[in-house]
């Protein structure tokens, strides 16, 4: 599967993080107005994902080359590589509640369960299929997962079972994100349409919410992201016309379309906090900060 750039946000320092493809990864506080390069030689994230430990204090990410790695911003170093899997990995979660676990979906089929202070995986999930987006329930106790076979699986963390699937989307899905308020999934597929889904534990047998139209996937077919606002008030996802879009999430209306990138828009992150700010980063190798007005 295809990766760009990537990015990712931190409320405790407004700090930005993203990453280019075979470069480095630029650690950026916009407060300060300030570039700041991070890394040297090899020593540089892959471009598949990214995510912020629980203290703020660590970045991991997930890389084309087959491997996670964990990072310390102060001084640019990798601290740990994590080794196990056998293809690309393309997204990547953190559990929000009790022991720190870092879930990976990768194209060998896999699901990685990782303690962050060890290099090997504590186990893994087998699916039937490359798997392009993964997510953690917000209890730590399910695992969401969707790959090449459209489907949003649901997955019993201590049975490594299968409990339900979500059934809807037409094509790969490349987006799974959890609500703020841990009540609703959003997904996103190169089906061009993102979706909400219920997923409290005992909703109705039809957990899909709402499907939003209008971001259409282009012919890159890139593993485009989506996301919510920390009010879960509103999703955003890019697209392949260079615009993201955002919605709201209780009406499913449009509540922005924002141009600006020349090419396929990988991922749009609200701003942490309070602020109506939003990034994105594109296939042109630009990252782009804009507030919501």
Request: overall charge negative; some cysteine.
């Amino acid at each position: 599967m295809h990766i760009d750039l990537r990015i990712a946000a931190e409320e405790r320092t407004s700090t930005i993080v993203h990453v280019v493809p075979d470069e480095v990864l630029i650690n950026w506080e916009p407060a300060l107005d300030a570039d700041r390069a991070r890394g040297q030689g090899q020593e540089r994230p892959g471009e598949g994902d990214l995510q912020w430990s629980r203290d703020s204090r660590i970045l991991f990410s997930a890389s084309a080359d087959m491997h996670l790695a964990s990072w310390d911003l102060d001084n640019g170093t990798r601290i740990r590589r994590y080794v196990g899997h056998e293809e690309v990995i393309n997204a990547m979660d953190i559990s929000r509640r009790g022991d720190e676990v870092l879930i990976s979906g990768s194209d060998d089929g896999s699901i990685g369960l990782w303690d962050p202070r060890t290099k090997h995986a504590a186990d893994y999930i087998q699916t039937d299929f490359p798997v392009t987006a993964v997510a953690i329930s917000e209890a730590g106790n399910e695992i969401y997962s969707g790959g090449i076979d459209n489907d949003i699986k649901v997955w019993d963390l201590r049975k490594k079972a299968v409990v339900y699937s979500m059934l809807g989307h037409q094509d790969t899905i490349t987006s799974l994100r959890v609500s703020p308020d841990s009540q609703s999934l959003l997904s996103y597929a190169m089906d061009s349409t993102a979706r909400t889904w219920d997923i409290r534990p005992f909703a109705p047998t039809e957990r899909r919410i709402r499907t939003f139209d209008g971001a259409s996937m282009g012919l890159e077919k890139n593993l485009v992201r989506a996301s919510w606002d920390s009010a879960g008030k509103h999703v955003a996802v890019g697209s392949g016309d260079g615009t993201v879009t955002i919605w709201s999430n209780d009406s499913g209306k449009l509540a922005y379309k924002l141009p600006g990138h020349k090419g396929t828009v990988n991922c749009a992150e609200f701003a942490p906090g309070s602020e109506p700010i939003l990034l994105s980063a594109s296939s042109d190798r630009n990252m782009l900060l804009g507030e919501l007005r």
